[in-house]
């Protein structure tokens, strides 16, 4: 490859599966000859390790040079401890849309034929995390309160991306997800704004309205009737590992979170310290999102070469790993893709 069609990007390798899985990513793209030329980056509790930072300056000047970043999983301490540097890279850098396509991908599962997107705003909503205790009594800790907002600007912004997508992938029809019966106002402006984009829309791409607990249940009895589905930031995540579980699981979701000067491609899963190092770990989310990388700066041949080798093996059954019901290691699945590619 010759070297002025490189392509700079930043690359951190994450916390518990991530290094695993990241290695497995990173030779199926050498594999391909993808043009991506990396900048190692470190994040999560691997940063705090080694640099006393969770987020390192270079890490984030890294992503500023470059604008495009692979990233593992990185592990956020539950209830105290530093602020979900996924949220800051987010915020850092107006990352302000999560795209999370699922597709079926393992035939004779429960749901066949799956393919629909969502849209999940990113920048608001209640990840804004504006949290306090309010005394009472003798506990300092007596009530908790935690308020979200979001804006008509990001709610325009979010929802006009998943129309363009619409309209640039032959997708039918977008749903608006809210909950705008109760959340009248934090999730009534993200309805009023999505009407008013769909209108702009309108013979081109259909639109249609779900209260997201309606939407949570329809997506488990009948998925089909969806195609894009955008919503805000909390029903988005929960939504889009409900949508993860229909094709296989976490093992086969990935994630691509869109800025106007960067982008930033992971799985949606975390870092499962349950089987971290272990060798068990699925890498396809994570490569699944390293094609929608390869995507992003116009290289769908080679994406399509990495899809149709994924589709064979994890077909043919003979390689998969445990959360797909197989026995097979990080490191098999990396050799069995690598050998499946065209
Ligand atoms: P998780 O997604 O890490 O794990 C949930 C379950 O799915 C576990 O049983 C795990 O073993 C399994 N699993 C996940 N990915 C897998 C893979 N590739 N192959 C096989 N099995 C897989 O969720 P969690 O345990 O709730 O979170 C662990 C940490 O990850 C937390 O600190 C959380 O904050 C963080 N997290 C990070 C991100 C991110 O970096 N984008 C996303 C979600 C969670």
């Known amino acids: 490859m010759s070297t002025e069609k490189t392509i700079p ?5 994450g916390d518990g599966i991530g290094p695993e899985i990241v290695q497995s990513v990173t030779e199926i793209l050498d594999a391909v000859g993808a043009p991506f030329k990396w900048e190692k980056a470190l994040g999560g509790v691997a940063a705090l390790d080694a640099t006393g930072s969770p987020l390192p300056k270079e890490t984030i000047e890294s992503i500023r040079r470059t604008g495009l970043a692979l990233k593992g999983p990185l592990t956020t301490p539950v209830g105290g401890g530093f602020k979900s540097i996924n949220v800051t890279l987010r915020q850092e850098f107006g990352l302000f849309a999560n795209v999370r396509p699922t597709k079926t991908i393992v035939p004779g599962g429960r749901f066949e034929n799956i393919n629909l997107v969502i849209f999940r705003e990113n920048l608001e909503g209640y ?12 506990d300092p800790h007596a009530i908790a309160t935690s308020a979200g907002y979001t804006t008509r600007k990001e709610c325009n912004r979010i929802v006009r991306y998943a129309f363009e997508y619409a309209v640039k992938n032959n997708r039918k029809r977008v749903t608006l997800v809210h909950k705008a019966n109760i959340l009248k106002l934090l999730t009534g402006l993200f309805l009023e704004e999505g009407r008013k984009v769909a209108k702009e829309y309108e013979g081109r791409v259909e639109v249609n309205e779900r209260i997201v607990d309606a939407c949570a249940m329809q997506l488990v009895t009948d998925p089909w009737q969806y195609d894009c589905i955008v919503t805000t930031n909390l029903f988005g995540d929960i939504l889009s590992d409900l949508t993860a579980g229909l094709v296989g699981g976490l093992g086969l979701a990935p994630g691509a979170n869109i800025g106007e000067k960067a982008a930033v491609f992971e799985a949606v899963h975390g870092s499962a310290p349950d089987i971290a190092g272990q060798n068990k770990a699925n890498p396809t989310s994570l490569l699944l999102a390293a094609n929608m990388m390869l995507a992003h700066v116009g290289r769908q041949d ?3 070469r990495i899809d149709k080798a994924i589709e064979k093996v994890i077909t043919s059954g003979a390689v998969r790993t445990g959360d797909l ?4 290691s990080t490191t098999d699945l990396t050799a069995a893709l690598k050998q499946a590619l065209v």
């Open 9 to 13: 990007a930043t690359l951190i390798p």
């Open 127 to 138: 990840y804004a995390a504006m949290e306090n205790y309010i005394p009472y009594g003798d």
């Open 302 to 304: 080679l994406a399509t």
């Open 325 to 328: 019901g197989g026995k097979a």
